[in-house]
């Protein structure tokens, strides 16, 4: 099977550690990116990680502790979906390496 020819552009700069990242993990930067779309078209979502403990993590975490404190436990995801704060946080749980976040957790969820 043909593959097609697509370019991209890339700053050199992160071209060059995105390449250094791939090949620490065997892949070589068409292989990683063909491994991606493939997983994103499989699941038909595009998902991107998040660093452990970022800062997205515990804007999300903080925003849900002060939902469940204001008895506010559901929510629509971005999606449109219903869900469950004290669900998401317990998703959040394992991502979370800050100690008195981990403890904030632990209080509201126990209160509830």
Known sequence: MGKPLRAFRFPVDVYNSFKK???????TVTGAFTR?????ADWDMLVFPEKPGGEGL???VNILLNWIENERFWYNSA??????AEGRLLQLLPKVEDKSLLTK???ALKKT
Do not use: D, H, P, Q
């Open 21 to 27: 990242v791939a090949g620490k993990n065997g892949y």
């Open 36 to 40: 991606f779309m493939m997983l994103c």
């Open 58 to 60: 515990k804007t999300e």
């Open 79 to 84: 999606s449109g979906e219903e869900v469950s």
């Open 105 to 107: 957790i632990e209080r």
